[in-house]
């Protein structure tokens, strides 16, 4: 199957490349574009308190309170209380505000009742009639901002917008600043590391012509899945498939590029020679791309709405790249032929590889130690696994310098901590009767005396009094573990028990979406991880028909994973000092480290495969894939880190955090795993390796004379004698 694709794509390279335009030309006519949204509340399924609480709330107070709330704190520019004069100008502002009849904009308040006690803060609360990710609520946002504005611009006092609407609008802004920033980085990252490997700025330029076109192509189609799916991504989706594809795009044709390099070494035409090459690396980055587009397909399985969206979007990303590796690229390399690699004459001549020749000497000679020594240093950096902390903070996370995060600063000088992002409490009647004062007194009293708990404010009753609404301002930020662990262990229980007959209780705002959050990350946890080991493993199977080799990489990839959650935790929360890592990067973090550091395993186990049936000892076998695969795997995976790297560069803490999880998870997965213990325990092993699989030496097929040059023997991959046939390894040396 393989050899028959890579035949075709080889000979008819304007055909593929034909093709590929048009279907670029009709999904990018038809395919809409992304949907992505901020606000993780819209993420939950409907049966999570918060969003039930969302909904009473909305239906009880739809003239009051309801929608997104834009919050201006005003101070003096000198920093001093605020006067008389100061206040009626305030005042002055937010009539004006009202007056301006913004669109979606349903009430302006600002009084004396918006002071704060110190005299230093006065707010004006804005509300919004739309949810955070609603377009009209965003144009309602900078309406606001624009009209402030010139308002207090010769004055003494000056003026910032927080709040749901500030904080959602500078995160769009963070995030497409950031999509710019990290496209720029990964191209020129990508172009300087081909350079430095091939010495030829075709090579460095192929990826960027390809992978640009294949980003286009995927956002299109991740679109049209939106559309028929009706999934909505995280607000990051754009930039996660862009350093996606570019990376694991980038790794594909590396290692095209080094098996077609290698085969016009050992005295192939370019013609065969790139047949050999595609054929044979079209199994692994079939089975490699197989595993990552398994593993991030589980998180269909997600109660979460960030991950069931997530998950799928970089499956098809992946899907596509392999489809664009197994035919585009053979395709244009074909016009190409050698040319692929100019300037560079090294494709003409055998490299001395002394490096990769010491190391593969060292690791197969000292294999028992090495190992060892490898182990130890993953089991040291899981240790660090233990001392995780989860934050739901995503505000935190955006860059500091933005409006919203400075007015959000500004407001602690007057208002406690949990003023702008309070807790309601609601209690419902359910037998339809309006509610008794005194017992809603009551249930607010216990409310105020739960420890964590600064503030319990007068109810707010909605018009036919079956709804009291109780404003809860808790002693530290509303993300924070201590408000998540407070709302979710004291609060809720405290109010559904504290609820008079005939009434319900329910626990919403911001800090008790976070703790749903966490109820459903914990249980997507639970789902997840075992799902994508277990397919990963299947994958593994299929391939190698070994079940050692294949529970032995699945135990490996998932020793890769603990170290790289304990290195990240290490460097990031007792390093940093950040109080704790956004409760999304663990589980991306330990997709990309099973299905990426997975591809390595592959690359290399396949390569000592193939080894071993040419007749090689273990040992032997070891040595050669070292020496030849070696230097691919670290190659990709610097590229590949590199790439995720550049989102340290994102100004955002979740990008951030989650490109050195990655990078360091792609490193410890290549260098340690991959080019280290795997062959060593082949070493160490034998041909135990591989039960119950049994890779029996083949002969090699004597060459059959080719009277057309310009149409070589079809390689077929999948029998032990077409394997040899296509060739595993640097033929000019083996004869």
């Given at each position: 199957?393989?050899?028959?694709?890579?035949?075709?794509?080889?000979?008819?390279?304007?055909?593929?490349?034909?093709?590929?335009?048009?279907?670029?030309?009709?999904?990018?006519?038809?395919?809409?574009?992304?949907?992505?949204?901020?606000?993780?509340?819209?993420?939950?399924?409907?049966?999570?308190?918060?969003?039930?609480?969302?909904?009473?709330?909305?239906?009880?107070?739809?003239?009051?309170?309801?929608?997104?709330?834009?919050?201006?704190?005003?101070?003096?520019?000198?920093?001093?209380?605020?006067?008389?004069?100061?206040?009626?100008?305030?005042?002055?502002?937010?009539?004006?505000?009202?007056?301006?009849?913004?669109?979606?904009?349903?009430?302006?308040?600002?009084?004396?009742?918006?002071?704060?006690?110190?005299?230093?803060?006065?707010?004006?609360?804005?509300?919004?009639?739309?949810?955070?990710?609603?377009?009209?609520?965003?144009?309602?946002?900078?309406?606001?901002?624009?009209?402030?504005?010139?308002?207090?611009?010769?004055?003494?006092?000056?003026?910032?917008?927080?709040?749901?609407?500030?904080?959602?609008?500078?995160?769009?802004?963070?995030?497409?600043?950031?999509?710019?920033?990290?496209?720029?980085?990964?191209?020129?990252?990508?172009?300087?590391?081909?350079?430095?490997?091939?010495?030829?700025?075709?090579?460095?330029?192929?990826?960027?012509?390809?992978?640009?076109?294949?980003?286009?192509?995927?956002?299109?189609?991740?679109?049209?899945?939106?559309?028929?799916?009706?999934?909505?991504?995280?607000?990051?989706?754009?930039?996660?498939?862009?350093?996606?594809?570019?990376?694991?795009?980038?790794?594909?044709?590396?290692?095209?590029?080094?098996?077609?390099?290698?085969?016009?070494?050992?005295?192939?035409?370019?013609?065969?020679?790139?047949?050999?090459?595609?054929?044979?690396?079209?199994?692994?980055?079939?089975?490699?791309?197989?595993?990552?587009?398994?593993?991030?397909?589980?998180?269909?399985?997600?109660?979460?709405?960030?991950?069931?969206?997530?998950?799928?979007?970089?499956?098809?990303?992946?899907?596509?790249?392999?489809?664009?590796?197994?035919?585009?690229?053979?395709?244009?390399?074909?016009?190409?032929?050698?040319?692929?690699?100019?300037?560079?004459?090294?494709?003409?001549?055998?490299?001395?590889?002394?490096?990769?020749?010491?190391?593969?000497?060292?690791?197969?000679?000292?294999?028992?130690?090495?190992?060892?020594?490898?182990?130890?240093?993953?089991?040291?950096?899981?240790?660090?696994?233990?001392?995780?902390?989860?934050?739901?903070?995503?505000?935190?996370?955006?860059?500091?310098?933005?409006?919203?995060?400075?007015?959000?600063?500004?407001?602690?000088?007057?208002?406690?901590?949990?003023?702008?992002?309070?807790?309601?409490?609601?209690?419902?009647?359910?037998?339809?009767?309006?509610?008794?004062?005194?017992?809603?007194?009551?249930?607010?009293?216990?409310?105020?005396?739960?420890?964590?708990?600064?503030?319990?404010?007068?109810?707010?009753?909605?018009?036919?009094?079956?709804?009291?609404?109780?404003?809860?301002?808790?002693?530290?930020?509303?993300?924070?573990?201590?408000?998540?662990?407070?709302?979710?262990?004291?609060?809720?229980?405290?109010?559904?028990?504290?609820?008079?007959?005939?009434?319900?209780?329910?626990?919403?705002?911001?800090?008790?979406?976070?703790?749903?959050?966490?109820?459903?990350?914990?249980?997507?946890?639970?789902?997840?991880?075992?799902?994508?080991?277990?397919?990963?493993?299947?994958?593994?199977?299929?391939?190698?028909?070994?079940?050692?080799?294949?529970?032995?990489?699945?135990?490996?990839?998932?020793?890769?994973?603990?170290?790289?959650?304990?290195?990240?935790?290490?460097?990031?929360?007792?390093?940093?000092?950040?109080?704790?890592?956004?409760?999304?990067?663990?589980?991306?973090?330990?997709?990309?480290?099973?299905?990426?550091?997975?591809?390595?395993?592959?690359?290399?186990?396949?390569?000592?495969?193939?080894?071993?049936?040419?007749?090689?000892?273990?040992?032997?076998?070891?040595?050669?894939?070292?020496?030849?695969?070696?230097?691919?795997?670290?190659?990709?995976?610097?590229i590949l880190a590199g790439t995720f790297s550049s989102l340290l560069l994102a100004g955002v803490a979740l990008l951030a955090e989650m490109g050195f999880a990655v990078a360091a998870g792609i490193l410890i997965s290549a260098l340690l795993v991959s080019s280290l213990l795997v062959p060593a325990l082949t070493v160490l092993m034998g041909r135990g390796f591989w039960w119950p699989a049994r890779l029996t030496a083949v002969q090699r097929p004597q060459p059959a004379a080719v009277t057309d040059p310009a149409s070589p023997p079809e390689p077929v991959v999948g029998e032990p004698v077409d394997e040899t046939a296509v060739g595993s390894g640097d033929l000019g040396n083996r004869r």
């Amino acid at each position: 199957m393989y050899g028959t694709l890579a035949r075709g794509v080889v000979r008819h390279p304007w055909w593929t490349i034909g093709a590929w335009l048009v279907v670029a030309a009709v999904v990018g006519f038809f395919g809409p574009g992304l949907s992505a949204s901020s606000d993780q509340a819209e993420f939950l399924p409907s049966h999570y308190e918060s969003v039930q609480a969302s909904k009473a709330q909305e239906a009880a107070f739809a003239q009051s309170g309801a929608g997104s709330a834009a919050t201006f704190v005003v101070q003096r520019r000198d920093g001093g209380a605020l006067t008389g004069a100061d206040q009626q100008l305030v005042e002055q502002a937010a009539g004006q505000l009202r007056d301006r009849a913004i669109p979606h904009v349903t009430e302006v308040q600002a009084g004396r009742q918006t002071v704060s006690e110190n005299g230093l803060i006065q707010l004006i609360q804005v509300t919004v009639d739309g949810t955070q990710s609603d377009p009209g609520t965003q144009e309602a946002g900078r309406a606001l901002r624009a009209a402030i504005e010139p308002m207090f611009a010769n004055t003494d006092l000056k003026a910032g917008m927080t709040g749901d609407v500030g904080i959602v609008i500078d995160a769009e802004d963070a995030f497409a600043s950031a999509e710019q920033v990290i496209a720029l980085a990964t191209v020129g990252l990508i172009i300087v590391l081909q350079l430095l490997i091939f010495r030829s700025p075709v090579a460095a330029l192929l990826p960027m012509v390809t992978i640009g076109l294949l980003v286009f192509v995927s956002v299109k189609l991740i679109g049209i899945a939106q559309r028929i799916f009706s999934l909505t991504a995280e607000q990051s989706v754009t930039v996660w498939v862009t350093v996606v594809l570019f990376g694991v795009g980038t790794d594909y044709i590396l290692f095209l590029l080094f098996r077609y390099r290698e085969q016009l070494r050992g005295g192939d035409d370019p013609r065969t020679a790139l047949i050999h090459a595609t054929a044979r690396v079209a199994k692994v980055i079939t089975s490699a791309g197989a595993a990552i587009v398994i593993a991030f397909s589980t998180l269909a399985f997600s109660s979460f709405g960030s991950f069931k969206a997530q998950g799928p979007a970089l499956a098809i990303a992946v899907v596509a790249t392999v489809v664009t590796a197994l035919t585009l690229i053979p395709a244009i390399v074909s016009l190409l032929g050698p040319k692929v690699f100019w300037p560079s004459k090294s494709w003409q001549r055998q490299p001395r590889a002394r490096a990769s020749t010491k190391l593969s000497d060292l690791i197969v000679g000292r294999a028992g130690v090495l190992a060892a020594a490898a182990v130890v240093v993953l089991a040291l950096l899981s240790l660090g696994a233990l001392r995780f902390q989860a934050s739901y903070d995503y505000n935190a996370g955006l860059p500091q310098d933005t409006e919203s995060a400075i007015a959000l600063k500004d407001l602690q000088r007057g208002f406690p901590v949990g003023a702008l992002n309070p807790s309601s409490a609601l209690l419902v009647s359910d037998t339809g009767q309006p509610l008794e004062e005194t017992a809603v007194d009551a249930f607010r009293s216990r409310l105020a005396s739960v420890e964590g708990v600064g503030q319990a404010g007068p109810a707010a009753y909605s018009p036919d009094r079956t709804v009291a609404r109780i404003s809860v301002l808790l002693d530290h930020e509303s993300g924070s573990p201590e408000a998540v662990d407070t709302v979710a262990d004291v609060l809720r229980p405290t109010a559904h028990e504290a609820a008079p007959a005939g009434t319900h209780a329910l626990v919403g705002g911001p800090t008790a979406t976070f703790a749903d959050i966490r109820s459903a990350v914990n249980r997507d946890y639970s789902v997840v991880f075992p799902l994508a080991a277990a397919l990963t493993a299947l994958v593994l199977l299929a391939l190698l028909r070994s079940i050692v080799a294949a529970v032995l990489l699945m135990v490996l990839v998932g020793l890769s994973y603990l170290a790289t959650l304990g290195t990240s935790v290490l460097v990031m929360q007792e390093g940093l000092g950040k109080a704790g890592i956004i409760f999304n990067v663990p589980i991306f973090m330990y997709l990309f480290v099973v299905a990426i550091g997975t591809d390595y395993n592959i690359l290399m186990v396949d390569r000592l495969r193939d080894e071993t049936r040419e007749g090689h000892s273990p040992r032997e076998a070891a040595r050669l894939a070292i020496r030849h695969t070696g230097p691919t795997a670290v190659a990709a995976a610097v590229i590949l880190a590199g790439t995720f790297s550049s989102l340290l560069l994102a100004g955002v803490a979740l990008l951030a955090e989650m490109g050195f999880a990655v990078a360091a998870g792609i490193l410890i997965s290549a260098l340690l795993v991959s080019s280290l213990l795997v062959p060593a325990l082949t070493v160490l092993m034998g041909r135990g390796f591989w039960w119950p699989a049994r890779l029996t030496a083949v002969q090699r097929p004597q060459p059959a004379a080719v009277t057309d040059p310009a149409s070589p023997p079809e390689p077929v991959v999948g029998e032990p004698v077409d394997e040899t046939a296509v060739g595993s390894g640097d033929l000019g040396n083996r004869r």
